[in-house]
């Protein structure tokens, strides 16, 4: 890439063209950034800063920081500053100790980091806490963070020098290289860039393809497994509308539409057709809807098809776009393998995310998901159908079951995790049932009156510990209630 004005000045074009895409700041980062760069440093600074660390920043950064900006608008939050007057958050050159130790040979996979992790673990104490993991990480200054532990990283030293690195700080999983080969600064900031003004989604820069649809999956059939399922999922960015954006994105081609179609049809891997059903789902795709109501009775695609439903027609919780009322019948036929589904631990989720949406459809019937009131599902169930309409009288025993062995399993035992989560869960179901049968508060106040009295006894006798000490608001709020 060759620095100088005209990059310069493209740098400023692209960044008007941005902001005037996204003139409310609306996209992720852009009320933190404004879309403004700093003023550039002094060069002589930043070469004093590279002595007193050993190091030799990449040229295309140094470049950036020196002749464009010290930090300002950028991917995710922004680039970090380096001058201590120029912004909130600056980087920090000394975190990662960039001059001790060499970097590790990245990429690597999740069962070695995993180990890796462990040996640090290893050593933790109280003095370390904070730092445990930075040998993960030498060789690598920040320059940008995505928020909560994730940071957009720049490598300094060793085989990788120059190439951006995305890293969790609490070593969740492994550091990872941005999809696009050998990205340096320049090339990971322009793709950023290109993407703003083309009027992409940008909240997940970085673990995408850069470009267009088109360009995207022209080179589809030539590649692995897992470059189609990122490339599957890059096209996302395009969606024709977006609520976080007033100015509407490009969408799909006809094209692009119809190979998705294609590989949901045809692809050779199975994840690969899910990922197509995705996005046929997303961009709403001729043929989407019937193809959602056959695959999502099966076990293996039922909580990824869920979820794509539910987001697509969530508003706030237990409040749907009225267009989830078609669903009812294939999310009721859904339920079993959503429930055989939930007992694996990666889609622990689906039955309640099926669940949830037939019951805030206007055809929902009870006895449709009361059947599911009993053995893994059964609390999912039942907090479900508290918040689902009036109850008819005939089923309150399913629930104050479920209430009494809770209540009496906190009393009867030594308090432990399972019997404060078990209390905690009655208490949120109680409340439910009475919102939802305000006719019947003399019947309830009956049966647990006794029940919330003892247990209000009981944390007067020992107060539970700082974590748990909402439950016993919660037993004071129903005891109002009543």
């Not at 989720?349 to 805030?360: E, K, L, T, Y």
């Not at 019947?440 to 007067?460: D, N």
């Amino acid at each position: 890439m060759d620095y100088g004005p005209a990059l310069r000045e493209e740098i400023f074009d692209l960044l008007k063209q941005a902001k005037d895409n996204d003139p409310e700041f609306r996209l992720f980062g852009a009320d933190e950034h404004h879309y403004e760069l700093n003023p550039p440093m002094d060069p002589s600074s930043l070469r004093e800063i590279e002595q007193k660390y050993a190091i030799t920043l990449p040229e295309d950064y140094f470049w950036f920081m020196t002749e464009v900006a010290d930090g300002g608008a950028g991917p995710y939050y922004g680039i970090l500053p380096l001058h201590r007057g120029s912004g909130k958050q600056q980087t920090d050159f000394s975190r990662y100790e960039t001059a001790k130790n060499e970097p590790l040979d990245l990429p690597i996979d999740a069962t070695t980091w995993a180990d890796m992790v462990a040996r640090l673990e290893e050593g933790a104490n109280d003095d370390n806490y904070w730092s445990v993991y930075d040998p993960l990480f030498d060789g690598m200054v920040q320059i940008a963070t995505q928020g909560c532990t994730y940071d957009c990283m720049l490598m300094v030293k060793g085989k990788d020098r120059g190439r951006v690195v995305y890293i969790d700080e609490e070593a969740c999983g492994p550091s990872s290289f941005p999809p696009e080969a050998n990205a340096s600064f320049l090339d990971w900031y322009m793709g950023w860039l290109r993407e703003c003004a083309a009027c992409y989604q940008i909240d997940e820069f970085g673990y995408g393809t850069l470009g267009s649809p088109d360009e995207i999956m022209a080179a589809y059939r030539q590649s692995d497994e897992k470059d189609r399922l990122v490339r599957l999922g890059s096209v996302k960015k395009a969606r024709k509308e977006d609520r976080y954006l007033p100015k509407q994105g490009p969408g799909l081609s006809n094209a692009v539409k119809a190979q998705v179609i294609d590989i949901y049809r045809n692809d050779e891997f199975p994840a690969c057709r899910m990922a197509a059903l995705d996005a046929m789902i997303y961009f709403e795709i001729p043929g989407w809807e019937e193809a959602v109501k056959n695959e999502l009775p099966r076990v293996e695609y039922v909580n990824r098809l869920s979820q794509a439903l539910e987001k697509k027609y969530r508003r706030v919780i237990y409040q749907y776009d009225p267009r989830i009322d078609q669903w009812y019948d294939a999310l009721v036929a859904a339920l079993p393998a959503a429930a055989q589904a939930s007992t694996d631990m990666k889609q622990k989720f689906a039955f309640g995310c099926v669940a949830s949406m037939a019951a805030c459809c206007r055809s929902f019937r009870f006895e449709d998901l009361l059947g599911f009131a009993e053995g893994p599902t059964r609390y999912t169930t039942l907090d479900i159908l508290s918040h689902a309409g009036s109850i008819p009288k005939k089923y309150w025993p399913v629930f104050f079951s479920f209430i009494d062995e809770s209540i009496d399993a906190f009393l009867a035992a030594p308090r432990s995790h399972q019997t404060m989560n078990g209390l905690r869960n009655a208490l949120f179901m109680l409340r439910g049932l009475l919102g939802k049968t305000p006719k019947s508060k003399r019947s309830i106040r009956t049966l647990y009156s006794p029940r919330l009295a003892a247990l209000a006894q009981s944390f007067a006798d020992d107060p539970p510990s700082k974590d748990d000490e909402f439950i016993p608001h919660n037993v004071a709020l129903v005891q109002n209630l009543l």
